[in-house]
């Protein structure tokens, strides 16, 4: 007489439902990567911002300023994917994920992440609008050009470049785990020439004016949607890479 197979939620031969939420899970659970460091980083780049601008207001400068360094935490997304990938992978393998789970549950977390961060940089440019750039002419989110399109434009933009970092960091550590460092610094470089050969390209042609231009007619917003497309095409990237990557 056969025993009966037991197919209920908690058979062992069952696959567990929401294994893509499991890996959003997984990542949490270090609230360092994805929280407390991206949130540390924008708020030490946001004081350090402002003492700059409460120096330079106290030495009697009129005028507007802006400041580069609001990028800082978008940029440190990249960081954010590379650890990401790098603490989680080889845990997620033991517990039997998929490569395709691992990757769309990392993308979701970051999303996460990345909305709650674009929620914090349009609430402190609708705070910088209200008080005058806190009362001294100084805006840290507030910047005219990328809230063209208003709040919600603005928060698109920052949605989609701290995505379009962490997808970066988290490609260029696959990159790194499958070709090692060697294969890694060499494609770097190869970047770093591209992009300095198309800055050659532009000076040569003296068409630097023409690329302002097409810049300013874009808007952010346009340029936004740009960055969406190659956020696009550089996950498809970074997917077909890790489902090659041995454990």
Same mark, same amino acid.
Not at 64 to 74: D, H, T
Not at 103 to 112: N, Q, R
Not at 223 to 236: D, E, R, S
């Given at each position: 007489?056969?025993?009966?197979?037991?197919?209920?939620?908690?058979?062992?031969?069952?696959?567990?439902?929401?294994?893509?939420?499991?890996?959003?899970r997984?990542?949490?659970?270090?609230?360092?990567?994805?929280?407390w460091?991206?949130?540390?980083?924008?708020?030490?780049?946001?004081?350090?911002?402002?003492?700059?601008?409460?120096?330079?207001?106290?030495?009697?400068?009129?005028?507007?300023?802006?400041s580069?360094?609001?990028?800082?935490?978008l940029?440190?997304?990249?960081?954010?994917?590379?650890?990401?990938?790098?603490?989680?992978?080889?845990?997620?393998?033991?517990?039997? /994920? %998929?490569?395709?789970? #691992?990757? =769309? $549950?990392s993308?979701? *977390?970051?999303?996460?992440?990345?909305? &709650?961060?674009?929620?914090?940089?349009?609430?402190?440019?609708?705070?910088?609008?209200?008080?005058?750039?806190?009362?001294?002419?100084?805006?840290?989110?507030?910047?005219?050009?990328?809230?063209e399109?208003g709040?919600?434009?603005?928060?698109?933009?920052?949605?989609? /470049? %701290?995505?379009?970092? #962490?997808? =970066? $960091?988290?490609?260029? *550590?696959?990159?790194?785990?499958?070709? &090692?460092?060697?294969?890694?610094?060499?494609?770097?470089?190869?970047?770093?020439?591209?992009?300095?050969?198309?800055?050659?390209?532009?000076?040569?042609?003296?068409?630097?004016?023409?690329?302002?231009?097409?810049?300013?007619?874009?808007?952010?917003?346009?340029?936004? /949607?740009?960055?969406?497309?190659?956020?696009?095409?550089?996950?498809?990237?970074?997917?077909?890479?890790?489902r090659?990557?041995?454990?």
């Amino acid at each position: 007489m056969t025993a009966a197979i037991d197919h209920s939620p908690h058979s062992p031969t069952s696959r567990p439902k929401n294994r893509t939420l499991g890996v959003v899970r997984l990542q949490f659970t270090n609230t360092q990567t994805f929280v407390w460091v991206p949130v540390l980083v924008l708020v030490g780049v946001w004081l350090i911002t402002l003492t700059i601008y409460w120096i330079i207001s106290a030495s009697g400068v009129d005028g507007p300023m802006y400041s580069g360094g609001s990028q800082a935490p978008l940029w440190y997304f990249a960081v954010v994917g590379a650890q990401a990938m790098n603490l989680t992978f080889y845990f997620s393998q033991a517990m039997s /994920l %998929t490569r395709r789970e #691992f990757y =769309l $549950g990392s993308l979701l *977390a970051a999303a996460m992440s990345a909305v &709650g961060v674009s929620a914090v940089f349009v609430a402190l440019g609708v705070i910088e609008q209200a008080t005058g750039g806190y009362g001294m002419g100084g805006y840290f989110a507030y910047l005219p050009w990328v809230w063209e399109g208003g709040p919600l434009a603005a928060g698109i933009v920052y949605f989609v /470049l %701290t995505m379009l970092w #962490f997808i =970066l $960091g988290f490609w260029f *550590a696959i990159v790194n785990k499958r070709f &090692g460092a060697l294969i890694l610094t060499l494609s770097l470089i190869v970047i770093a020439l591209v992009l300095l050969a198309g800055a050659a390209r532009l000076s040569f042609k003296q068409a630097w004016g023409e690329l302002w231009m097409w810049l300013a007619d874009t808007q952010a917003i346009g340029l936004a /949607l740009w960055a969406l497309g190659l956020t696009a095409i550089f996950a498809l990237g970074s997917y077909l890479t890790l489902r090659r990557l041995t454990t």
